[in-house]
Nanobody, 128 residues
Framework: QVQLVESGGGSVQAGGSLRLSCVGFVYFPSDYCMGWFRQVPGKEREGVVGGRGKGSTFYADSYADSVKGRFTMSKDSATNTLYLQMNSLKPEDTAMYYC??????????????????WGQGTQVTVSS
């Protein structure tokens, strides 16, 4: 599996923006999936947004209701870097954010159990 590394986390006030990056993925000519997840202490890891790809094509197909309209996932096909643009941040978005990837087909792109490769996480803290 790939070694993923997230960056871009930090502390912002409510209403602010952050862009997370995830590097380490490589070009894969067949099916794969990638996504962003988050976790707070004492709670299960939850899906933020998941997507599917094949070669250079990639698209998000599942945003959590809590982030729809505020977060956008994208992938740079030239560098294979995965991004998560987070706007209008809320205190409830505070969590450790992880990116994940899987070579092959994912039945559900927003379920942590479907993924095998994870980054170490980047902390996002939103103050009110």
């Amino acid at each position: 599996q790939v070694q993923l590394v997230e960056s871009g986390g930090g502390s912002v006030q409510a209403g602010g923006s952050l862009r997370l990056s995830c590097v380490g993925f490589v070009y894969f000519p067949s099916d794969y999936c990638m996504g962003w997840f988050r976790q707070v202490p004492g709670k299960e890891r939850e899906g933020v947004v998941g997507g599917r790809g094949k070669g250079s094509t990639f698209y998000a197909d599942s945003y959590a209701d809590s982030v729809k309209g505020r977060f956008t996932m994208s992938k740079d096909s030239a560098t294979n870097t995965l991004y998560l643009q987070m706007n209008s941040l809320k205190p409830e978005d505070t969590a450790m954010y992880y990116c994940a990837a899987k070579f092959g087909y994912c039945l559900n792109t927003d379920r942590p159990s479907d993924y095998a490769g994870w980054g170490q996480g980047t902390q996002v803290t939103v103050s009110s």
